[in-house]
């Protein structure tokens, strides 16, 4: 069956240009308006990836990113069109897999669907449990703790935090973690794996997660 994309946007030339080019790509696509149609459309028809706007009508897209994210792991591409760092941030911190800033190039829309899916689907092969130090794992559930604390990570963050505890003390380059987090060549602007380096730092305690200095980022034992 061909994967299937739900497209939250208001500006009626946008949804229909970014839906014209999934169609063109194989995909099944649905379109809605708003947010509410947004949250009751992810929530009952099975969507496989959420394309959604941060500015929409009635309910915010990132208010649509947060209460999706508490109760469902569908892959999350947030479209802006603003371009302060902060947004970024927050629509990443919400929640979103990935975020590309208006305008943008439909095959590069295209790409970061199919890299948001496949992600996906590496996941479901993994092991399902992993652990190092006061880290544990579980990848079939996406849940971890710390120190045997529940965390609450974004799927992006899980993703990386896998990475890190599948190689504990191994450096890995800012380049080659957007490369694992896309899975592509093509790693677009860092600065959002900046950001998700920056949550998850916060959010498992910065002494686990290391700077090496002009070399990237490694995960020690604590």
Request: net charge negative; glycine share 8%.
């Given at each position: 069956m061909s994967p299937r994309v739900l497209i939250a946007e208001d500006e009626a030339a946008i949804a229909d240009s970014v839906a014209y080019a999934l169609h063109g790509e194989g995909f099944?696509?649905?379109?809605?308006?708003?947010?509410?149609?947004?949250?009751?459309?992810?929530?009952?028809?099975?969507?496989?990836?959420?394309?959604?706007?941060?500015?929409?009508?009635?309910?915010s897209g990132i208010e649509v990113c947060r209460r999706l994210r508490a109760e469902s792991p569908i892959p999350i591409l947030m479209l802006t069109a603003r371009t302060a760092e902060v947004d970024r941030v927050v629509g990443l911190e919400a929640g979103a897999d990935d975020y590309i800033v208006k305008p943008f190039s439909m095959p590069e829309l295209v790409s970061r669907v199919r890299a948001v899916l496949r992600r996906r689907e590496l996941d479901a092969g993994e092991p399902t449990r992993l652990?190092?130090?006061?880290?544990?794992?579980?990848?079939?559930?996406?849940?971890?703790?710390?120190?045997?604390?529940?965390?609450?990570?974004?799927?992006?963050?899980?993703?990386?935090?896998?990475?890190?505890?599948?190689?504990?003390?191994?450096?890995?380059?800012?380049?080659?973690?957007?490369?694992?987090?896309?899975?592509?060549?093509?790693?677009?602007?860092?600065?959002?794996?900046?950001?998700?380096?920056?949550?998850?730092?916060?959010?498992?305690?910065?002494?686990?997660l290391v700077t090496v200095r002009g070399v990237g980022y490694k995960l020690v034992a604590v």
């Amino acid at each position: 069956m061909s994967p299937r994309v739900l497209i939250a946007e208001d500006e009626a030339a946008i949804a229909d240009s970014v839906a014209y080019a999934l169609h063109g790509e194989g995909f099944e696509v649905e379109t809605v308006p708003d947010g509410e149609r947004a949250l009751h459309a992810a929530r009952s028809d099975g969507y496989d990836v959420l394309v959604l706007d941060l500015m929409l009508p009635g309910v915010s897209g990132i208010e649509v990113c947060r209460r999706l994210r508490a109760e469902s792991p569908i892959p999350i591409l947030m479209l802006t069109a603003r371009t302060a760092e902060v947004d970024r941030v927050v629509g990443l911190e919400a929640g979103a897999d990935d975020y590309i800033v208006k305008p943008f190039s439909m095959p590069e829309l295209v790409s970061r669907v199919r890299a948001v899916l496949r992600r996906r689907e590496l996941d479901a092969g993994e092991p399902t449990r992993l652990r190092v130090g006061g880290l544990n794992l579980d990848v079939t559930t996406h849940t971890a703790t710390a120190n045997g604390e529940p965390l609450r990570l974004t799927p992006s963050e899980f993703k990386l935090l896998a990475l890190f505890v599948r190689h504990p003390e191994r450096v890995f380059s800012r380049r080659e973690l957007m490369q694992h987090l896309w899975d592509s060549t093509y790693v677009g602007d860092q600065r959002a794996g900046d950001a998700h380096i920056v949550n998850l730092r916060r959010k498992i305690g910065a002494e686990r997660l290391v700077t090496v200095r002009g070399v990237g980022y490694k995960l020690v034992a604590v």
